[in-house]
């Protein structure tokens, strides 16, 4: 019965992991996670309603921040409850799609990049409202730093050909973590949520320079081998004539 059912698991593992290269720290867990979460996600929930509960989960994040810097900086811990629901979400739209095997790989994965970025531009500007001074070009610059790991995505799947929402070992499940710890740790401590943004804007800038030089690099790859392909075939060309 164990072997049966530890078969069964690793089929939905296998279903949930189509389409998709995942390189962050945390992947076997979260894919553990999602498979188990997947085969208990009623019928009548869509891919579409997971899109919108993530959304939503990003919603409740910047009010958190707008709450906490109106009224009382405890509202702060709202955020966290916020990105748990914006894991559950985000992470389960697409691969409930597969588990379901009815995926819809172009319109997913542009639903996808656009939700995101309209999500992350909401916390961004939550954090803007919440901090002050010098404090809120941090919040600018994670918007910036997020899109730009968005664009990296994009490349990433025009030259390689291969989809990740991974900046090498960084995820979005684990900025989810980090910010947070984040949250609670500002809540504590007032004040320290800035020296934290500025640590997670480092991290997300070193994160997405390393991997531009990796695309960079394939990149240039690709050029060469057109080249070869291109020479190849004039010298045939020449030979026939």
């Known amino acids: ?44 929930v869509s891919p579409n309603m997971l899109t919108g509960i993530g959304f939503f989960g990003n919603v409740i994040v910047s ?34 799609a597969y588990y379901r095997n009815t995926p819809r790989k172009w319109y997913g994965f542009s639903l996808d990049l656009v939700v995101d970025w309209i999500g992350i531009v909401l916390v961004g500007l939550g954090f803007i409202i919440y901090a002050e001074g010098f404090s809120k070009i941090l ?3 994670f918007i910036v730093l997020y899109g730009l790991e968005i664009i990296l995505a994009l490349l990433r799947y025009k030259i390689s050909g291969e989809y990740s929402i991974d900046a090498g070992k960084l995820s ?3 900025a989810r973590i980090f910010i947070s710890l984040f949250l609670v740790l ?11 943004a500025g640590l997670a804007n480092v991290v997300l800038a070193f994160s ?34």
Do not use: C
């Not at 531009?212 to 060309?237: G, P, T, W, Y």
């Open 1 to 44: 019965m164990k072997q049966k059912h530890n078969s069964q698991f690793d089929h939905v593992l296998f279903l949930i992991s189509q389409g998709r290269n995942r390189t962050n720290l945390l992947k076997k867990q979260e894919q553990k996670a999602i498979a188990f979460l997947v085969q208990y996600i009623p019928s009548w």
């Open 63 to 96: 009010l958190s921040f707008i709450l906490g810097a109106r009224i009382d900086p405890r509202f702060l811990l709202l955020g966290v409850v916020g990105f748990a629901i914006s894991w559950f979400g985000d992470s389960l739209d697409g691969r409930i």
């Open 139 to 141: 919040g600018y610059g």
């Open 172 to 174: 979005p499940t684990e």
């Open 186 to 196: 500002e809540v504590i401590f007032h004040g320290t949520m800035t020296y934290m």
């Open 208 to 241: 997405n320079f390393t991997e531009f030089k990796k695309l960079a690099r394939i990149a240039d790859q690709r050029d060469e081998e057109e080249k070869k392909k291109k020479n190849v075939s004039k010298i045939s060309d020449i030979q026939v004539n």
